[in-house]
């Protein structure tokens, strides 16, 4: 099992930053790749960004690049959404998610943590 915890999320304004953390304990060894995804209210969860255990490999949606920025603390088990610019149609609920494999499935999520953007 991999537990995945959260942290970082809040009330900024439009423009402001927010560095969101999530931190993997467990079976760390068994992960592939994390992934932060995203919920608004009334809305699907979508993708954000990904990054491979091994922090070389980072991929973005096309809603974030430019702007958002993800990587990896291997030290302390933590991978980092760094976000800048920040709109008010980037207010959701932020996940971490953790895949054992390339399949593209994640297999482990975090709870989610809130980031309020005002305008």
């Known amino acids: 099992q991999v537990q995945l915890v959260e942290s970082g999320g809040g009330l900024v304004q439009a423009g402001g930053s927010l560095r969101l953390s999530c931190t993997a304990s467990g079976r760390t060894f068994s992960i592939y790749s994390v992934g932060w995804f995203r919920q608004a209210p009334g809305k699907e969860r979508v993708f954000v960004a990904r990054?491979?255990?091994?922090?070389?490999?980072?991929y973005y949606a096309d809603r974030v690049k430019g702007r958002f920025t993800i990587s990896r603390d291997n030290a302390k088990n933590t991978v980092y959404l760094q976000m800048n610019s920040l709109k008010p149609e980037d207010t959701a609920v932020y996940y971490c998610?953790?895949?054992?494999?390339?399949?593209?499935?994640?297999?482990?999520w975090g709870q989610g943590t809130q980031v309020t953007v005002s305008s």
């Open positions: 990054i491979s255990w091994s922090g070389v490999n980072t």
């Open positions: 998610a953790a895949a054992q494999a390339s399949d593209g499935l994640y297999d482990y």
